[in-house]
């Protein structure tokens, strides 16, 4: 059954790369396409590895606390508000898609990242400057604030109950942080599946990886607006359902928590069952037609994502070794190293 499963979804990740070169000439012509295809998928990603120049335990002799100090300002943050892990998650997706994973989205200032409404609601930002205030005292620009959101969103998935995974360190902080890159690299809750495959294929992640990815919506909330299109409002004031695909009592429920002309500050959970857990609920509730977003619920909606879903749904364990392997993708985006970037002494600015 596992080996099956893992047929599946090398086949998939492979589909989602060369869909159409597959379905041309020969038997012949095939396998020979097929076989460059994966040696080329081979050297790309041993490429990838050796100018990526990540490595595991990177600060092992530069900082050998750096790991421990991330994890323990994670810890205490998320104990004193468990909406911190939830944050932390969207913010290393938020930064690893604009410009890489380089800690851009940090930087303030006139016309930076986090100006643009798409990150307006983004959050998490005070755990990561106060991780680096402590690594600064020990061991003084050495380790980036890029590193700091990966190992501290990966320790915010454990911390609710997620799995752990080992990610290489060793990225560096990028200089450049502007409003418009944001648009064009994130993905909006609008997007139809064709759209979101596109992007996240952009960033060199598959459509498998996306469905993994989105169960980050298993923790963390969610405000008002940001489904408020799967409703319309009546003559009498009141929101009436527009995407019926929507389980009815769920959009019964989000209807009372954001009725019209609700405080934009009102949030919802984004798993209405178990919202502070890392667990496999997200997909156990798109399975019951509750999906928050649409881009979510369209998940459902597409046979080859679709059957990802059901098999994330009747087991967390594979849903957990999935996770490990996509978010290893996601926090190598587009990152620097060597002499790229530099290592920022505080995360709000570049160093010139
Ligand atoms: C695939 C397309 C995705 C779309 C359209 C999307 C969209 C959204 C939106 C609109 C919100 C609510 C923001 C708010 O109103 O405060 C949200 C929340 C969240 N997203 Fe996504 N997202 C996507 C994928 C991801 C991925 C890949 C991750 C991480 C790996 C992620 C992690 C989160 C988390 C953890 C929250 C909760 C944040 C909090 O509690 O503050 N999302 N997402």
Redesign the pocket.
Known sequence: MLDERSHLWKTLQIQCIAPKVLKIGSMETRTRIFSVVISSLFMFSFVCFVKGSLSFNFYAASCPSAELIIRDTVSSSSSADP?I???L??L??HDCFVEGCDASLMLQGNNTEQSDPGNR????FSVIDSAKRVLEKFCPGTVSCADIIAIA?RDAVEIAGGPRIMIPTGRRDGMVSVASNVRPNI???S?SMDE?IQL?ATKGLSLPD?VV??G??T?????C???RDRFEEDSTGKLRLVDKTLDSDYANMLMEQCPAGVQPSI?VN?DPQTSLVFDNMYYQNLLHHKGL?Q?DSVLISNDRTKILVEDFANDQEFFFEKWGQS?LK?TSVGVKSGDMGEIRISCASTNS
């Open positions: 909406s892990p939830g944050k998650l969207r290393v997706f609601s983004v959050g998490g969103a993905v909006d809750t997007f979101m996240f996306l990815l989105s980050a919506h923790i963390g909330t969610a405000h607006n940001s489904f949030k984004n977003f881009s978010f996601l």
